[in-house]
């Protein structure tokens, strides 16, 4: 039984992820930059893996999407640093 939930949530994950990138490639959001899109949508993958069920056998692999997830969300966040014009010094 333990491979059905595997599999599961695996297909659930993998559902999301091309969910989120045919919403990042449709350019819903045409006025946000796409680092701004991206990070829009990991921060939507790490609530949905947080509301999951904690009862499900999977619950170190949620526990290490979330880890690696959160660590995708600071290189967005420096990325956009990096890509915003620096303000011109007086």
Request: no cysteine.
């Amino acid at each position: 039984m333990m491979v059905v939930y595997r599999r599961s949530f695996k297909n659930t994950l993998l559902v999301a992820l091309v969910a989120s990138l045919a919403g990042f490639a449709s350019g819903a959001r045409a006025a946000e930059s796409p680092l701004e899109t991206a990070y829009e949508h990991v921060t939507e993958a790490i609530a949905a893996l947080k509301a999951a069920p904690k009862n499900e056998p999977l619950t170190g692999s949620r526990k290490k999407a979330v880890e690696l997830l959160v660590r995708a969300q600071s290189e967005l966040l420096k990325a956009r640093q990096r890509q915003e014009p620096a303000d011109p010094a007086p």
